[in-house]
């Protein structure tokens, strides 16, 4: 132990939690490294288990000579994988603030005073280690194709949180503090591997998780395989739905029945004798307004009270539709000449790439919080005419798509 890291005060005692599935090689200097870095705090170790390496009984030997406490529960059934070894952790943990790390050096130890320090300062209750802000870097995700996938993965998961998950650059690390006390530890199911997306859009039921980032470099994997497979992917998706299938199907459903309506417009107009042209225009004009009032009334309500002002996200939202009609058909064009598919593939595909698209800026961009103004008590006085009070009703009225 190094005599010359001295924790700041009042830094609580913390339990680091460490998930190990066949890691027997990385156990060493894993132990090695948290105990330099947190000489001097009052910490412990706790490993949970469920390998089949012997991984166990090294951590068993490794503890004899550690600077610090370590215990390891080897589980006799893995239940729920990753993500179940960590809730058992948290249950375990001699202490309210946890950190939990990967146990195969991908993240670095030597974070480990700097996140304490951040939690110190007293204004979150969450502290992760983001590959994805200043001075954070995700090299050790290897491939690109890999990198592009968990950012992807990452853009989604906000839209579809975009309240619990807006101050989080990286809601998918695994590298992260938190304080016991102020979660919900028995609601938490996990499946597979992201535990910290659980525990901020699960957990945080209650009151919203407050939290704070520091940036991490995510170092290489030096020994053994990452379990992370395409199964895992499968898995993440699924979790997703079933946590959040509430809102993006509602956005879907929504526009559907604008679909629908458009073509029924149209046919009564022109079946009473208008131009079909003038019926096509009437029709577009009141699915995209209809589209609009659904949407702000069932699917973005919760998000709209800090959002930019109503005519605003109007217009983002009309110029969305807008742009992605006219760019639409020449995409697919493209797509037939250059990747020589059928045009109805093509057609298919841009259907699903623009909803997506659809939803992500909706979401991400239309939707967005903005500063809250100084007194949030009179919201958007310019736009409260009898119009918005009638909708204001309606709404109260609205069943709330839900988190499960
Ligand atoms: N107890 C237990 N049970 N531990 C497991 C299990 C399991 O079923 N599966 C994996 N682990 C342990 C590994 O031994 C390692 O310590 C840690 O969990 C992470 O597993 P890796 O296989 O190294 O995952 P990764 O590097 O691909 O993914 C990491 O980065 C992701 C971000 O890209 C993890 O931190 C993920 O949580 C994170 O989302
Ligand atoms: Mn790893």
Known sequence: MSAT?????????????VPTYNERENVAELVRRIGAALGGYRAEILFVDDSSDGTADEVARVAVSAPLPVRVIHRESNSGGLGGAVVLGLQQAAYDVCIVMDGDLQHPPELLPAMLARYARGDADVVAASRYIGGGDSAGLGTTLRLGV??????????????????????????????????????????????????????????????????????????????????????????????????????????GIGAVANIGIMWVLTQAGMDYLIAAVIGAAATIIGNFVLQELFVFRAERH????????FAASVSFNGIEAALRIPVMAWMVESWHISSVLATAISLVVAFFARF?????????????????????????????????????????????
């Open 5 to 17: 890291a001295q924790p700041p005060v009042a830094v609580a005692p913390v339990t680091v939690i």
């Open 150 to 255: 968990s950012k992807a993965a990452t853009a989604v998961t906000k839209a579809m949180f975009l309240r619990r998950l807006w101050r989080s650059t990286d809601p998918m690390t695994g590298f992260f503090l938190v304080d016991r006390a102020r979660v919900d530890v028995d609601v938490l199911r996990p499946q597979g591997f992201k535990i910290l997306l659980e525990i901020l859009v699960r957990a945080g039921e209650r009151h919203d998780l407050r939290i704070a980032e520091v940036p991490m470099a995510f170092g290489a994997r030096q020994h053994g395989n990452s379990k992370a497979t395409l199964r895992q992917g499968a898995t993440f998706l699924a979790h997703l739905a079933r946590l959040r299938f509430g809102k993006m199907g509602l956005f879907a459903l929504i526009g």
């Open 306 to 313: 800090d959002a930019s002002r109503l005519w605003v996200r």
């Open 360 to 404: 992500l800026f909706h979401a991400l961009v239309v939707y967005a919080p903005r500063k809250r103004k100084t007194a949030d008590a009179v919201a958007e006085p310019a736009v409260d005419t009898a119009a918005m009070r009638v909708l204001r009703a309606i709404d109260a009225e609205a069943m709330r798509p839900g988190e499960l």
